[in-house]
T-cell receptor, first 119, second 114 residues
Framework: DSGVTQTPKHLITATGQRVTLRCSPR?????VYWYQQSLDQGLQFLIQ???????AKGNILERFSAQQFPDLHSELNLSSLELGDSALYFC??????????????????FGEGSRLTVL | GQNIDQPTEMTATEGAIVQINCTYQ??????LFWYQQHAGEAPTFLSY????GLEEKGRFSSFLSRSKGYSYLLLKELQMKDSASYLC???????????????FGTGTRLQVTL
Protein backbone atom coordinates (compact mmCIF):
# COMPACT_ATOMS: atom_id res chain seq x y z
CA ASP A 1 0.00 0.00 0.00
CA SER A 2 1.63 3.21 -1.22
CA GLY A 3 -0.56 5.45 0.91
CA VAL A 4 -1.96 7.21 -2.16
CA THR A 5 -5.70 6.77 -2.57
CA GLN A 6 -7.55 7.11 -5.84
CA THR A 7 -11.27 6.95 -6.49
CA PRO A 8 -13.09 5.59 -8.31
CA LYS A 9 -11.17 2.44 -9.19
CA HIS A 10 -13.29 1.81 -12.24
CA LEU A 11 -15.51 4.11 -14.26
CA ILE A 12 -17.54 3.45 -17.38
CA THR A 13 -19.13 6.32 -19.20
CA ALA A 14 -20.20 7.48 -22.64
CA THR A 15 -18.62 9.76 -25.17
CA GLY A 16 -19.27 13.42 -24.56
CA GLN A 17 -19.61 12.99 -20.83
CA ARG A 18 -17.54 14.50 -18.04
CA VAL A 19 -15.90 12.68 -15.14
CA THR A 20 -13.88 13.63 -12.09
CA LEU A 21 -11.09 11.48 -10.70
CA ARG A 22 -9.97 12.01 -7.14
CA CYS A 23 -6.63 11.52 -5.45
CA SER A 24 -5.47 11.77 -1.86
CA PRO A 25 -1.69 11.90 -1.54
CA ARG A 26 0.39 10.24 1.13
CA UNK A 27 0.29 12.00 4.45
CA UNK A 28 2.80 14.84 4.37
CA UNK A 29 3.37 14.82 0.60
CA UNK A 30 2.79 18.20 -1.00
CA UNK A 31 3.28 17.25 -4.64
CA VAL A 32 0.68 15.46 -6.69
CA TYR A 33 1.19 14.20 -10.22
CA TRP A 34 -1.30 12.86 -12.75
CA TYR A 35 -0.35 10.34 -15.43
CA GLN A 36 -2.31 8.67 -18.19
CA GLN A 37 -1.53 5.14 -19.33
CA SER A 38 -3.31 3.81 -22.37
CA LEU A 39 -3.24 0.16 -23.37
CA ASP A 40 0.34 -0.87 -24.14
CA GLN A 41 1.49 2.72 -23.77
CA GLY A 42 3.91 4.26 -21.36
CA LEU A 43 2.97 6.58 -18.57
CA GLN A 44 2.22 9.98 -20.05
CA PHE A 45 2.72 12.89 -17.68
CA LEU A 46 -0.29 15.17 -17.54
CA ILE A 47 0.21 17.70 -14.77
CA GLN A 48 1.83 18.33 -11.40
CA UNK A 49 0.68 20.38 -8.43
CA UNK A 50 2.66 21.45 -5.44
CA UNK A 51 0.90 22.74 -2.35
CA UNK A 52 -2.09 23.88 -4.32
CA UNK A 53 -0.29 25.46 -7.23
CA UNK A 54 0.29 24.11 -10.71
CA UNK A 55 3.98 23.33 -11.02
CA ALA A 56 4.45 21.53 -14.32
CA LYS A 57 2.34 20.65 -17.31
CA GLY A 58 2.77 17.80 -19.74
CA ASN A 59 0.71 16.77 -22.73
CA ILE A 60 -2.60 17.50 -21.09
CA LEU A 61 -5.50 18.14 -23.40
CA GLU A 62 -7.51 21.33 -23.10
CA ARG A 63 -10.54 19.17 -22.32
CA PHE A 64 -8.76 18.04 -19.17
CA SER A 65 -8.16 20.14 -16.09
CA ALA A 66 -6.96 19.54 -12.57
CA GLN A 67 -6.64 21.25 -9.25
CA GLN A 68 -5.19 20.65 -5.82
CA PHE A 69 -7.20 21.72 -2.82
CA PRO A 70 -6.05 23.19 0.52
CA ASP A 71 -6.25 19.75 2.13
CA LEU A 72 -3.84 18.62 -0.65
CA HIS A 73 -6.17 16.20 -2.35
CA SER A 74 -6.39 16.62 -6.09
CA GLU A 75 -9.02 16.15 -8.76
CA LEU A 76 -8.59 15.51 -12.46
CA ASN A 77 -11.55 16.59 -14.57
CA LEU A 78 -12.01 15.02 -17.98
CA SER A 79 -14.71 16.52 -20.20
CA SER A 80 -16.17 15.93 -23.65
CA LEU A 81 -14.86 12.42 -23.38
CA GLU A 82 -13.75 10.53 -26.46
CA LEU A 83 -13.15 6.83 -27.01
CA GLY A 84 -9.41 7.49 -27.00
CA ASP A 85 -9.56 8.80 -23.46
CA SER A 86 -10.08 5.26 -22.21
CA ALA A 87 -7.03 4.58 -20.08
CA LEU A 88 -5.66 4.05 -16.62
CA TYR A 89 -5.19 7.35 -14.84
CA PHE A 90 -2.60 7.29 -12.10
CA CYS A 91 -2.05 9.78 -9.38
CA UNK A 92 1.29 9.89 -7.61
CA UNK A 93 2.68 11.90 -4.76
CA UNK A 94 6.16 12.66 -3.59
CA UNK A 95 7.89 14.05 -0.58
CA UNK A 96 7.81 17.78 -1.07
CA UNK A 97 9.95 19.93 1.10
CA UNK A 98 10.48 23.56 0.58
CA UNK A 99 9.93 24.25 -3.05
CA UNK A 100 8.52 20.97 -4.26
CA UNK A 101 11.87 19.47 -5.09
CA UNK A 102 12.93 16.80 -2.71
CA UNK A 103 16.43 16.59 -1.36
CA UNK A 104 15.85 12.86 -1.12
CA UNK A 105 15.49 10.59 -4.12
CA UNK A 106 12.08 12.08 -4.63
CA UNK A 107 10.59 8.89 -5.92
CA UNK A 108 6.94 8.93 -6.74
CA UNK A 109 4.41 6.82 -4.86
CA PHE A 110 1.57 5.77 -7.11
CA GLY A 111 -2.03 5.12 -6.34
CA GLU A 112 -3.78 2.05 -7.70
CA GLY A 113 -5.17 4.02 -10.58
CA SER A 114 -8.61 4.80 -11.95
CA ARG A 115 -9.56 2.76 -14.98
CA LEU A 116 -11.73 4.84 -17.28
CA THR A 117 -13.68 3.19 -20.08
CA VAL A 118 -15.43 5.43 -22.57
CA LEU A 119 -18.07 3.68 -24.67
CA GLY B 1 11.85 17.37 -24.48
CA GLN B 2 13.13 14.01 -23.35
CA ASN B 3 13.71 10.95 -25.48
CA ILE B 4 13.86 7.67 -23.57
CA ASP B 5 14.44 4.34 -25.29
CA GLN B 6 14.23 0.84 -23.89
CA PRO B 7 13.49 -2.52 -25.49
CA THR B 8 9.83 -3.41 -25.79
CA GLU B 9 10.04 -7.00 -24.66
CA MET B 10 12.53 -9.44 -23.18
CA THR B 11 12.37 -13.07 -22.14
CA ALA B 12 14.59 -14.79 -19.61
CA THR B 13 14.69 -18.05 -17.70
CA GLU B 14 13.98 -18.49 -14.01
CA GLY B 15 17.21 -18.29 -12.01
CA ALA B 16 19.06 -16.42 -14.75
CA ILE B 17 20.32 -12.84 -14.93
CA VAL B 18 18.80 -10.23 -17.24
CA GLN B 19 19.92 -6.72 -18.11
CA ILE B 20 17.40 -4.14 -19.29
CA ASN B 21 18.95 -1.14 -21.01
CA CYS B 22 17.70 2.41 -21.18
CA THR B 23 19.11 5.29 -23.17
CA TYR B 24 17.98 8.87 -22.86
CA GLN B 25 18.56 12.30 -24.31
CA UNK B 26 17.67 15.24 -22.17
CA UNK B 27 18.80 18.52 -20.70
CA UNK B 28 18.64 19.39 -17.05
CA UNK B 29 19.15 15.77 -16.03
CA UNK B 30 18.51 15.26 -12.35
CA UNK B 31 18.25 11.55 -11.77
CA LEU B 32 17.11 8.28 -13.29
CA PHE B 33 14.57 5.93 -11.78
CA TRP B 34 13.54 2.37 -12.43
CA TYR B 35 10.01 1.27 -11.62
CA GLN B 36 8.36 -2.13 -11.80
CA GLN B 37 4.78 -2.42 -12.98
CA HIS B 38 2.71 -5.58 -13.01
CA ALA B 39 -0.12 -5.57 -15.52
CA GLY B 40 -3.00 -3.38 -14.40
CA GLU B 41 -1.24 -2.36 -11.22
CA ALA B 42 0.54 0.73 -9.96
CA PRO B 43 4.23 1.23 -10.70
CA THR B 44 6.48 0.63 -7.71
CA PHE B 45 9.86 2.20 -7.15
CA LEU B 46 12.92 -0.02 -7.62
CA SER B 47 16.00 2.15 -7.81
CA TYR B 48 17.44 5.60 -8.27
CA UNK B 49 20.72 6.83 -9.76
CA UNK B 50 21.89 10.40 -9.98
CA UNK B 51 25.66 9.86 -10.02
CA UNK B 52 27.59 7.56 -12.33
CA GLY B 53 28.04 4.02 -11.15
CA LEU B 54 26.24 1.02 -9.82
CA GLU B 55 23.60 0.96 -7.12
CA GLU B 56 22.88 -2.47 -5.68
CA LYS B 57 19.71 -3.39 -3.88
CA GLY B 58 19.33 -7.09 -3.22
CA ARG B 59 18.66 -8.96 -6.45
CA PHE B 60 18.31 -5.69 -8.35
CA SER B 61 21.11 -3.35 -9.41
CA SER B 62 21.03 -0.22 -11.52
CA PHE B 63 23.84 1.47 -13.38
CA LEU B 64 24.13 4.98 -14.76
CA SER B 65 26.51 6.71 -17.15
CA ARG B 66 25.50 10.34 -17.49
CA SER B 67 28.02 11.08 -20.23
CA LYS B 68 26.57 8.30 -22.37
CA GLY B 69 22.94 8.91 -21.44
CA TYR B 70 22.71 5.25 -20.52
CA SER B 71 21.38 3.16 -17.69
CA TYR B 72 20.64 -0.48 -17.12
CA LEU B 73 18.68 -2.48 -14.61
CA LEU B 74 20.18 -5.84 -13.70
CA LEU B 75 17.95 -8.51 -12.24
CA LYS B 76 19.63 -11.57 -10.74
CA GLU B 77 18.25 -14.95 -9.70
CA LEU B 78 15.11 -14.32 -11.67
CA GLN B 79 11.83 -15.48 -10.21
CA MET B 80 8.51 -15.98 -11.91
CA LYS B 81 7.10 -13.04 -9.97
CA ASP B 82 9.62 -10.78 -11.72
CA SER B 83 7.50 -11.04 -14.87
CA ALA B 84 6.39 -7.43 -15.24
CA SER B 85 7.10 -4.23 -17.12
CA TYR B 86 10.16 -2.27 -16.10
CA LEU B 87 9.95 1.45 -16.61
CA CYS B 88 12.94 3.73 -16.98
CA UNK B 89 12.18 7.31 -15.95
CA UNK B 90 14.29 10.43 -16.18
CA UNK B 91 13.89 13.43 -13.94
CA UNK B 92 14.77 16.84 -15.28
CA UNK B 93 14.80 20.25 -13.72
CA UNK B 94 12.09 22.56 -14.96
CA UNK B 95 13.09 25.66 -13.10
CA UNK B 96 16.40 25.99 -11.35
CA UNK B 97 16.12 24.57 -7.85
CA UNK B 98 12.38 24.69 -7.64
CA UNK B 99 10.70 22.07 -9.74
CA UNK B 100 11.32 18.92 -11.68
CA UNK B 101 9.46 16.59 -13.97
CA UNK B 102 9.65 12.82 -14.26
CA UNK B 103 9.27 11.37 -17.75
CA PHE B 104 8.79 7.66 -18.28
CA GLY B 105 9.91 5.44 -21.11
CA THR B 106 7.36 3.07 -22.62
CA GLY B 107 8.68 0.21 -20.51
CA THR B 108 10.20 -3.19 -21.12
CA ARG B 109 7.91 -6.16 -20.69
CA LEU B 110 9.89 -8.99 -19.11
CA GLN B 111 8.63 -12.55 -19.31
CA VAL B 112 10.31 -15.05 -16.99
CA THR B 113 9.93 -18.64 -18.13
CA LEU B 114 10.67 -21.99 -16.52
Amino acid sequence: DSGVTQTPKHLITATGQRVTLRCSPRSGDLSVYWYQQSLDQGLQFLIQYYNGEERAKGNILERFSAQQFPDLHSELNLSSLELGDSALYFCASSVGRGQGYSANTGELFFGEGSRLTVL
Amino acid sequence: GQNIDQPTEMTATEGAIVQINCTYQTSGFNGLFWYQQHAGEAPTFLSYNVLDGLEEKGRFSSFLSRSKGYSYLLLKELQMKDSASYLCAVRVRIMAGTASKLTFGTGTRLQVTL
